[in-house]
């Protein structure tokens, strides 16, 4: 390996364009954001080091044993986060960025492409919510951040456009097609940015430092010092690469392992294949937030391997040999798994702990039920058995923190009863241990003043309706619509003052909240309970089932003067429901720490 002559950031932009620079699979791929992208840029300007890249030179004989990618462009955080795989040619060398990837993908982006994150507060099915941006740098004044001295900004064109006053933000790419210093003044002058009637003297000279000093630094400075290394022996390649990234500063620990799982898979990409894997599950239902960890972690837990742990020693290559040999099986299992709870309502959300997909697929794989678990009519009890073990632990939070402990023993009890999902015998396993998902009166009440739209209180809901259809959505919906509990409202309903706090104070929690179907929630939307209810059934039978599948009581008044007296009620209603279904009994009173 030997230090080689710097290259500067536009020759390393036209290597990436003819494809002379790519990735190796073992690379992960690219998570910088836009204030790591800005920051970079301005430690450029300011000379600061950016640390040395690696290089791997491969031989063009060499090229088709490995599989490379090509630098990511247009970065869009929903649509645009793979790398497209590059079929290159080979009838010349290739260079491999083993590390510095993030870097160089970086100045590749805001050179010649553009940057699309999830603004805030909107949704992620909606393409508007994805605005473009790129980077401009801000020609008239330094930058306003005590931490950085130029003003690098990832902008929509319509914002770079306004150029209100003290701001010419000049679009950072453009600088690539200057051939000359002197097209830098050109650029000035066309621009007036050089007219002292339309600027200040103090503006014109920063607007000419400053762009003088961003060609150099593209063009002219020897911007990217590098290390080649020259071996064909992918062992020592990944050697390197596990060496220089195992610090865990520059490269998770899932990413380091997945690029090992990638190096000794055999007939499949395993880079590609986790990747599509994860978006597919992701996919599902109403969407997910599944992630490559969660893959990986399953592949250990599912393989029957004894240490499952992320190190790795576990990812060798015979243990990736037999994941890979399993793959179609395990990844069935999986699936399968986030379909069920798809089914069961959760999302993105609700599932508040995605690896608690983990044991559920483990059961399915283990007794080959991905055909029949989720519509089967035999595997109906096992459905229910899976929903309250989830509804459990979600509410619980056993999953939170380290879980590596919970899946051993959850794998024994799965062995020790093949053909169902032992529920009770988890239960008594985990009883009195610090994973516990027994309750106690405590955790009741707890779970009684959950408020609405929070994950934990749909988990909740679910308990109390076990016997939805499956193949409909269901929304959590405030029975007294939520619109009526303003001061206004109530004082005009025939609500006492001193009655007011009582009301705002608990409409929001659980006693008030039923899981309804979503065609019927917007239906349903700020109506008053009684006249939806009246209007929605039309005789008084069907009116009664509706109210006692709610736990309302038929002979409750349902008008908003005497909420408090329904909430009351139907608080108890569910309490006891919920100390039924979850069998709270005087040895569930505490729980004994392990």
């Not at 590749?108 to 999830?118: M, N, Q, R, V």
């Not at 073990?389 to 051993?408: E, H, N």
């Not at 003043?449 to 409909?472: H, I």
């Not at 069907?542 to 709610?550: D, G, P, V, W």
Request: proline share 3%; aromatic share 12%; glycine share 4%.
């Amino acid at each position: 390996m030997a230090y080689q002559t710097p290259l500067t950031i536009k020759d390393a932009i036209d290597a990436i364009k003819k494809r002379q620079y790519v990735l190796p699979s073992i690379q992960r791929e690219f998570v910088w954001g836009t204030e790591q992208i800005e920051t970079l840029f301005d430690s450029l300007m300011r000379d600061y080091p950016i640390s040395t890249f690696l290089f791997w030179k491969v031989d063009k004989t060499k090229i088709k044993d490995f599989q490379f990618y090509e630098f990511l462009k247009n970065y869009h955080e929903k649509d645009g986060i793979h790398n497209p795989k590059v079929d290159l040619p080979t009838d010349q060398d290739v260079i491999a960025v083993l590390d510095g990837q993030q870097r160089m993908t970086s100045m590749y982006i805001a050179l010649t492409g553009s940057y699309a994150e999830k603004a805030p507060y909107q949704r992620w099915d909606s393409p508007y919510s994805f605005p473009k941006t790129k980077l401009y740098l801000n020609l008239l004044k330094p930058a306003d951040d005590a931490e950085k001295q130029f003003d690098f900004r990832f902008l929509t064109d319509y914002e770079a456009s306004k150029n209100e006053n003290g701001y010419f933000w000049f679009e950072c790419g453009k600088v690539l097609g200057f051939k000359e210093i002197s097209e830098v003044m050109e650029f000035l002058m066309v621009n007036s940015l050089t007219d002292t009637s339309k600027h200040t003297q103090e503006e014109s000279r920063f607007a000419l430092k400053t762009l003088n000093e961003f060609f150099n630094v593209v063009h002219q400075k020897g911007t990217i010092s590098y290390y080649l290394e020259n071996s064909i022996e992918l062992d020592k390649v990944l050697q390197i690469f596990i060496r220089i990234n195992s610090g865990g500063t520059k490269l998770s620990y899932s990413d380091l392992l997945l690029s090992i799982a990638t190096a000794q898979w055999k007939e499949r990409d395993a880079r590609e294949v986790i990747h599509q894997f994860v978006d597919e599950l992701n996919r599902i239902g109403d969407g997910f937030d599944f992630n490559k960890d969660l893959i990986l972690k399953s592949c250990l837990v599912l393989a029957d391997f004894s240490d499952i742990k992320f190190n790795v020693d576990n990812f060798n290559k015979e243990n990736m040999l037999t994941i890979e040999k399993n793959w179609e099986k395990v990844s069935s299992a999986i699936r399968t798994a986030v379909e069920l709870v798809a089914k069961f309502g959760f999302n993105r959300d609700s599932l508040l702990a995605t690896n608690t997909i983990i044991p559920i697929a483990y059961f399915i794989h283990k007794n080959n039920f991905e055909k029949s678990i989720i519509h089967g009519g035999d595997r109906d009890e096992d459905r229910k058995s899976i929903k309250e073990w989830l509804a459990r632990v979600l509410l619980k939070g056993t999953f939170g923190g380290q879980p590596d402990s919970i899946y051993p023993g959850m794998r024994d009890v799965i062995n020790d009863n093949l053909g169902r999902f032992p529920l009770k015998e988890i239960i008594d396993h985990y009883r009195g241990k610090r994973k516990s998902i027994t309750f106690t009166l405590d955790d009741i009440e707890s779970i009684l003043n959950m408020q609405y739209g929070k994950p934990k209180t749909f988990c909740a809901l679910s308990l109390l309706y076990p016997g939805l259809n499956n193949n409909f959505r269901y929304h959590q919906d405030h029975i007294h619509p939520k619109s009526m509990f303003n001061k206004k409202t109530l004082k005009a309903n025939g609500v006492a003052e001193d009655q007011i706090d009582s009301f705002v104070s608990t409409f929001n929690t659980l006693p008030n909240l039923q899981l309804l179907q979503a065609t019927e929630n917007v239906e349903k939307n700020a109506t008053p309970f009684k006249s939806w209810l009246e209007s929605t059934y039309k005789d008084q039978s069907s009116r009664e089932s509706y109210l006692m599948q709610h736990y309302v009581k038929t002979t409750l008044s349902l008008e908003l003067v005497d909420f408090i007296e329904f909430f009351q009620t139907r608080k108890d209603e569910i309490k006891n429901q919920l100390i039924k279904i979850l069998s709270v009994g005087s040895a569930e009173t505490g729980l004994i720490e392990e």
